[in-house]
């Protein structure tokens, strides 16, 4: 029998006998794909012996089914003979556009439960008129897909979370950094999980033919022969739009909770006053010129070689520097966790410090995450593979499925070695060690977890180390755990990772790299992230690494600093080892150079009005919907793979400061001046500040110089 729920003047059917949805319309149109239907829920458990067992809602029984129009209770189990003896009991409540879903599962065999998805369906790929639906998807700070046969061809394609875990994949609170993901097609569909707990979940979306499949996996963290029961919803709701219009529906739930789910049992360290100066990050390294160089010492080595590029730099443009050291540490780039002593020693690293200092600019370093290397393939004398076995690091090390020991899966052109389990007190304590001879030496920024993106733990099934035998909940306990412990011993010096933090590290990630330029490989980058978080952290816009696969011209550095100054980012520049600008890090053979006055005139700019009248928003200000502008010009920004960008010539977001009043900011990426209008000026006095005092509101226009910002305020 078929069951509708209304939600709205809109409606879900589902055949609870046959397991699947059969029918989810708004406004009179159909959003499954036909003859694309699932399983409306799976399960996946893990017997003793670490193998998988996966069973779904085609092979269960429908035994007891009380649902009504605003939902009810379905209750499955599978058939005798069967030895999964379990029942699923899945709750659902429909009404106004949304329906919320729960599940919980009795659980009488020797199994444990890994993972519940649902609910599952099928939607349309393509709409009516035949263009690609769109798939927003807060992936590294947000990410629009409009064409979703492009993923699939590039090295960010869908795949199943296996051990070892890769780092690409779409897991939260990693590169996913909200609990949500949205459709649109003729119509609007928002699948989020509304879990104050924020345990680990694959969101992500995979595409069939003529079907897509948004896909929510909770991560239950069960053990053998336990019940597991969800204590939050997982909400299907149809919102017609854009990417806002779905991250308000998860911006709503989030804003109404408090205290916040990430709040903190200890008080937090007050920032330094550098966080809200605006400091521009400028990264190079010191031996090598890429990620898999050969890594004898290059031209900013010693570390004071780099003084005259840092001072001609610093005036340029107008502002203190934040000085990002890669392949810095003594030990080998990027082969945690070990880093200390510094490359060439502690007193010539001290007296570029203390230069540094001197001229009032900061100094940070990279630092490799939560990972063991036993060997380096950049600096092949670096082997620890007898302090592993002397320390008992296997103790510490994530195990596979079967209890074994295996390589990690993360940057393994640069070592070989092992995850690190956050839940042991031995990961704890070797982090803690590094953390505390940088703090000790005067640093002011650590990217302790540079691969542990957004902040988040490798899967762990060890059974010897007080977790749950599978990936859940706990994961993000003991991550949180571990990171009051190193901002503990941190102190003053801030800590961030790689790409900008999940939903529940943000307050001890304050200032992370962020990778927004990934998703111009398969998409656009959306300020999903700054949309929801912006007003708890600000992060600064990352190395731009691999933007050379995306972008054929350097100059596209002009549009992605433009894109990260408009997302409320602070500013990042990349240095060759002659002190000039590179348009991203990571180049195997450098490239074409961006035009440096170009790149200088648009970072002075910018970083002057972010410092300046702009600051009470862009930092801690909440994002809101832009005001409409008229009479912004398309420009080209030529893509290696895909066709080229269209891109507005002049980037635009609004904020609200702490006090209530609202600014919106302009940058001008291109080489000309742009005269553009407020559609619909909000007040009737508006005041409008450039960096260089000249910009102008006549009529409702504002003319933006080449390579400048301007920010527009509604006035009382």
Known sequence: MIHALRMGEDALAIDFSAGRIVSLRRNGRELLAGGAALPFFALGFRDRDGNEIWRDAYGAHARRVQIGEDGGIVQYAFPDGDPLLVTIRISISAGSGRVAWRASVENKADWALEWIEFPRMALRAKKDDGRSASVFWPYNEGVQIDDLSLRDQTWFAYREPVFPQNSLLGLFPAMVQSQFIAYQGDAGVYLGAHDSGMGPKNIDFSVDGDAVRLKMRVYAGGDFGRDWDMDYDIVLALCDGGWREAADLYRQWLDALEPKPWASPRPAPPRPAWYNDSPVVVTYPVRGLNDADDMRPNRMFPYTNALPALDRLAARLESRLLVLLMHWEGTAPWAPPYVWPPYGGETAFREFMDALHARGHLLG???????????????????????????????????????????SDVCRTQRRGHDLCPACPQTIQILRNEIRRLREAGLDYAQVLDQNHGGHSMFCYARQHGHPPVPGPWQTRAVRRFLEELREEAGPMLLGCESAPGEPYIPYLPFSDNRFSLGWFFGEPIPMHAWLYHEYASHFCGNQVCANGAFADPDSLLYRLAYSFMAGDMLTLVLTDDGRIASNWGCPVPGPMPCQESVLRLARNLNLLRRGPAAPYLHGGRMLRPWDMEGIPLVEVRLVSRPPLWAPQVLASRWRGADGSEGQVLANHGACAVLCRLADPPARKMRVTSPDGGAALTDDRVAIDPLSAVLIEALP
């Open 365 to 407: 370093v990279y630092q490799s995450g939560m990972s063991w290397t036993q060997q380096s393939h950049l600096v092949k004398e670096y082997n620890r593979e007898d302090d592993f076995a002397r320390q008992g690091i296997a103790d510490a090390a994530c195990l596979a499925p079967d209890g074994s020991l295996m390589d």
